[in-house]
């Protein structure tokens, strides 16, 4: 009975994780981008309403 991998059975395998991971990390960095400028956004809104506030 056989309870090894074979090497090709291991390259089909690092093959196929290269290919998801060539297309999650660049998703991954537009989220991350997109985080980011709302959080900006929302920031920048905070401070516009503290200095509506200051000189009202």
């Known amino acids: 009975m056989k309870k090894a991998f074979t090497l090709v ?3 089909i ?3 196929i994780i290269g290919i ?3 297309i999650a990390i660049p ?3 537009k989220m ?3 985080s980011k400028d709302a ?3 929302t920031f ?3 401070i516009e309403q ?3 506030l200051y000189y009202a």
């Open 9 to 11: 059975e291991l390259l």
């Open 27 to 29: 998703q991954y960095s």
């Open 50 to 52: 503290a200095g509506l």
């Open 44 to 46: 920048l809104r905070t």
């Open 39 to 41: 959080e900006a956004m």
């Open 20 to 22: 998801l991971a060539t």
């Open 13 to 15: 395998v690092i093959i």
């Open 32 to 34: 991350v981008a997109r």
